[in-house]
């Protein structure tokens, strides 16, 4: 049980569930309830797929691609801009979106924003620390409360209100935008250093 709960709280902290609910709520704000709910499953199934794929395959793989997590990190981050950018300049609901209403619970939601690179190096941190067990599930945990704050989207919208959630879904392109900054900076940060 010690081993779960040294692995469930950085997992936490790299999820952050919490702090991505407001860009949640940002692109599913034009969706129906089924929409809604089509986009927390999509996104649920896929973070959940790729974090505890590369939990179990991760370091065999990226060593056998030559890829590094700094290579994830700036493609993650470039891909979240672009999101973040294009619904700053949004100018009304007719305008064409990058994302696709279908499938965005996936990407960007499921990966990279809730199995992002902080979560996929965490995973791999903690899995030689504690164990694959105690990792997995911790990570499916985490996971499934990522969802359920995505559940309550709706109630928190309704108690904001139209002008609330117009403000708080501008707030998020920002702070989307900066995470894809940060992103960005971290993964060329880690590729200068790894190059000397």
Not at 126 to 141: C, T
Not at 161 to 179: C, F, V
Request: net charge positive; charged share 10%.
């Amino acid at each position: 049980m010690k081993t779960f709960w040294l692995c469930f709280f950085p997992l936490f902290v790299a999820v952050d569930a919490i702090g991505i609910l407001p860009i949640f709520m940002s692109l599913t704000q034009d969706l129906d309830a089924k929409g809604v709910r089509r986009s927390i499953i999509q996104s649920v199934v896929t973070a959940m797929a790729v974090a505890l794929a590369f939990l179990f395959l991760g370091t065999a793989l990226l060593n056998y691609l030559g890829i590094q997590v700094a290579d994830f990190m700036v493609a993650g981050g470039v891909l979240i801009f672009a999101i973040a950018l294009s619904d700053m300049l949004r100018t009304s609901p007719a305008n064409t979106s990058l994302l696709d209403k279908d499938t965005f619970g996936a990407v960007p939601l499921g990966v990279p924003l809730i199995a992002g690179p902080a979560v996929l190096t965490t995973s791999l941190l903690l899995i030689n620390a504690y164990g694959a067990l105690s990792s997995a599930i911790a990570l499916v945990v985490n996971i499934l409360f990522a969802g359920l704050m995505f559940s309550l989207a709706p109630y928190i919208h309704r108690f904001l209100g139209k002008a609330g959630s117009r403000t708080i879904s501008k707030i998020a392109n920002l702070l989307l935008a900066a995470i894809a900054v940060m992103m960005i900076r971290k993964g060329i940060t880690e590729l200068i250093l790894s190059l000397r």
